[in-house]
C-alpha cells in the first residue's frame, strides 16, 4: 500500500489533537506542518519525537517525514 499524504495526515490526528494540519508527499518524503496545544511547554526535539510516538508502527511505511512543529500561540504569530 503506498502512503499518501491524506494517510499521514489522518495517522498524526489519530493520536495528536490537532488545530492545523497540512502534509505534502510523494509517497516515501513527507513534508508537515502541525499545530497543536500538545507542544506547550515542550522543546523543539520533544514536539517531534511526540509526532514520532504517535506515528509508532506507521512510521516503517513513510520513508523521510520533515516537519514543522507550531504551538497556536506560535502558529498565530506566523506571516
Not at 507542544?39 to 520533515?66: N, R, T, W
Request: proline residues 4%.
Amino acid at each position: 500500500m503506498k502512503v499518501t499524504p491524506d494517510n499521514v495526515k489522518q495517522f498524526i490526528q489519530l493520536g495528536l489533537e490537532c488545530s492545523h494540519i497540512h502534509v505534502n508527499g510523494d509517497g516515501r518524503h513527507f513534508d508537515a506542518v502541525i499545530v497543536s496545544a500538545a507542544f506547550e511547554g515542550k522543546s523543539l526535539l520533544q514536539q517531534h519525537k511526540l509526532v514520532y510516538q504517535v506515528l509508532g508502527e506507521k512510521m516503517e511505511k513513510i520513508h523521510a517525514l520533515s516537519m514543522k512543529t507550531f504551538t497556536p500561540a506560535q502558529w498565530d504569530k506566523q506571516p
